[in-house]
C-alpha cells in the first residue's frame, strides 16, 4: 500500500498583530495587490510560508517584517490551522494561482499573535501586499481562506492570557494610568470590570511600578502615571 502523500504539504506562518490606540483595540490586516482588471483583492492577516530549515518563530519575525516593515515585536505561537480545504475556497483560487507554484497544495499554517504599541509602529506594505490598515477588532472584514478564524482564535487566546498573565502591558504606552489599563482590559475582555476590585488585583503585580508623575494637559483632574518593566520576551 503505497502511503506517500499525493501532493505537497506546506507549512506557512500568519500574524495576527494587536494595537491599542488608547480608544479601541486594534487589529493589522493588509490588502492583496491587485492582478487583473477582474481579480478583486482580498483583505488578509500577514502572512507566508516557512523556508525549508528556518525555524519557525523566526519565520514568523520574518514574513510580518517583509509584509508590514514591523519588527522587533512580541510574538507568541497560539496554534495551528490544518483543515485542507482551508485554502480552497473559489474567492482565493485566482491569487494562489499566481504566487503559489502548486496552489492546490496542502497547507497547514502556525498561527502567532503579536502585541504592538501603535505610538511606536509605522506600518508599511510590501511585496504582495498593496496595503496596511488597523481594523477595530469588532469591524473585521471578511478576510482571505480561513484567516477569520484564525483571528477569532488569537482574540480568544488574547483573552485568557490577559486573564492569567496581565500580557496586555505589551499594548500601553510607556507611561499610562490604571484607568487606561482598566480601558484596554474591558477593550480585550469584552465586559465591564469593578474599578476596585481592579485596581486592588493589579496593585499586586510587581511589575507595576508607581510614577512620581502625573498626567499633563488632561481637562479633569490629573491621575498618577505607571509604568510597567517588562519580563525576557521571546521574539
Known amino acids: 500500500m503505497d502511503s506517500q502523500p499525493k501532493?505537497?504539504?506546506?507549512?506557512?506562518?500568519?500574524?495576527?498583530?494587536?494595537?491599542f490606540d488608547e480608544n479601541q483595540l486594534k487589529v493589522l490586516l493588509i490588502?492583496?495587490?491587485?492582478?487583473?482588471?477582474?481579480?478583486?483583492?482580498?483583505?488578509?492577516?500577514?502572512?507566508d510560508h516557512v523556508f525549508e530549515g528556518e525555524d519557525l518563530d523566526h519565520a514568523a519575525g520574518r514574513v510580518l517584517k517583509e509584509l508590514?516593515?514591523?519588527?522587533?515585536?512580541?510574538l507568541k505561537q497560539f496554534h495551528a490551522f490544518g483543515n485542507p480545504n482551508r485554502t480552497k475556497g473559489a474567492k482565493d483560487a485566482t491569487w494562489l494561482k499566481q504566487f503559489r507554484k502548486n496552489p492546490d497544495a496542502h497547507i497547514i499554517t502556525i498561527g502567532y499573535y503579536s502585541l504592538v504599541r501603535m505610538e511606536d509602529m509605522n506600518p508599511k506594505a510590501s511585496s504582495?501586499?498593496?496595503?496596511?490598515?488597523?481594523?477595530d477588532v469588532n469591524e473585521i472584514p471578511d478576510l482571505a481562506f480561513d484567516h477569520n478564524e484564525i483571528f477569532e482564535y488569537a482574540l480568544r487566546t488574547l483573552r485568557d492570557d490577559t486573564e492569567s498573565y496581565h500580557i496586555s502591558f505589551e499594548l500601553l504606552p510607556k507611561k499610562f494610568t490604571l484607568a487606561q489599563l482598566q480601558h484596554l482590559h474591558e477593550l480585550i475582555?469584552?465586559?465591564?470590570?469593578?474599578?476596585?476590585?481592579?485596581?486592588?488585583?493589579?496593585?499586586k503585580i510587581e511589575e507595576l511600578i508607581p510614577l512620581n508623575e502625573k498626567q499633563k494637559g488632561v481637562f479633569h483632574k490629573p491621575a498618577q502615571l505607571f509604568s510597567f518593566e517588562m519580563p525576557e520576551r521571546r521574539n
Open 7 to 19: 501532493n505537497q504539504l506546506n507549512v506557512s506562518v500568519d500574524c495576527v498583530v494587536f494595537g
Open 31 to 47: 490588502e492583496q495587490d491587485q492582478l487583473s482588471d477582474t481579480h478583486i483583492p482580498l483583505t488578509a492577516l500577514p502572512g
Open 68 to 74: 508590514t516593515g514591523l519588527e522587533g515585536v512580541y
Open 128 to 135: 504582495f501586499a498593496k496595503i496596511t490598515e488597523w481594523v
Open 189 to 203: 475582555l469584552n465586559r465591564k470590570l469593578d474599578k476596585r476590585n481592579f485596581r486592588k488585583s493589579v496593585k
